[in-house]
């Protein structure tokens, strides 16, 4: 079982630049196929980026697509998500999340994945 812990969300304005680190322990992250999602307050949990577990695919939410970039650091046991060009509606509690078996399921959706951090908030100001 893998436990997993975000850190790197504050306060940026808009334009401006921030990376979400994702720190995995008790098994390697290599191991599964990890996603970030992010909620914002009255909203649901929706995908903003993934790749399997391979490393080798990855896949982002259109809202994001070249501005966002996912990477894995095997040697940290990390996954961050380095977001620049950040806009008031990126604004959400970040969490990044762990896949076991990709057979069957989605990397784009929430209730495919088996473990989940706690999240970090990311609020981007005018």
């Known amino acids: 079982q893998v436990q997993l812990v975000e850190s790197g969300g504050g306060v940026v304005q808009a334009g401006g630049s921030l990376r979400l680190s994702c720190a995995a322990s008790?098994?390697?992250?290599?191991?599964?196929?990890v996603g970030w999602f992010r909620q914002a307050p009255g909203k649901e949990r929706e995908f903003v980026a993934a790749?399997?577990?391979?490393?080798?695919?990855?896949y982002y939410a259109d809202s994001v697509k070249g501005r966002f970039t996912i990477s894995r650091d095997n040697a940290k046991n990390t996954v961050d998500l380095q977001m620049s060009s950040l806009k008031r509606e990126d604004t959400a509690v970040y969490y990044c999340?762990?896949?076991?078996?990709?057979?069957?399921?989605?990397?784009?959706?929430?209730?495919?994945?088996?473990?989940w951090g706690q999240g970090t908030q990311v609020t981007v100001s005018a």
């Open positions: 999340a762990a896949m076991t078996a990709r057979w069957g399921k989605s990397l784009n959706s929430a209730s495919d994945y088996d473990y």
């Open positions: 008790g098994r390697t992250i290599s191991s599964y196929a």
């Open positions: 790749f399997t577990r391979s490393g080798v695919n990855t």
